[in-house]
């Protein structure tokens, strides 16, 4: 008992450390936030604003690109912009599902949370073996195991 509660002593001080240095960060985020905060947003402002700038630069050369490709067959219509055909599928999901389970069933996938959740609720499958075993579970709370501090069991 004496190493297990040495071990709880010294996992509550290096809880202790981690909680005293997210509070250092967090009160240094909001000077830096105080401080700086204008030019933050100024500079958010900018981004924001370039990246707008992106997507309209960016529809404009798709745009330009296509029409290039549509009228002329350029799959390079320019040295930077590759035009590729690409296979589109379109199936509906219970027949595609229907014939992997028969032809396929490697594309069928196993959801392990999903299956043991129903396993437990049906507690009658032959080839599941229902068991339990014991998990500790560690009190958030340890300040009572802090030396010289007193702290409720929470």
Known sequence: MSDLNTAVQSLAQSRRRA????????????????RYGASIAAARTRLQNAQHDVIIEEGKVWARAFLEFHQHGHTNPHPAITIE?????????????????????????????????????????PF????????ATIKRDLSEWLPGEEGDDG
């Not at 250092?24 to 936030?33: D, S, T, V, W």
């Open 128 to 135: 599941v073996c229902i068991d339990s075993e014991p998990r």
């Open 19 to 34: 909680a005293t240095a997210k509070e250092i960060l967090a009160e240094i985020e909001i000077e830096i936030g105080q």
């Open 85 to 125: 055909p690409h296979t589109i599928l379109d199936y509906p999901d219970c027949l595609a599902l229907n014939y992997c389970i028969k032809h396929l069933p490697s594309a069928c996938t196993f959801d392990r949370h999903k299956f043991e959740s129903a396993a437990k609720i049906l507690q009658g499958l």
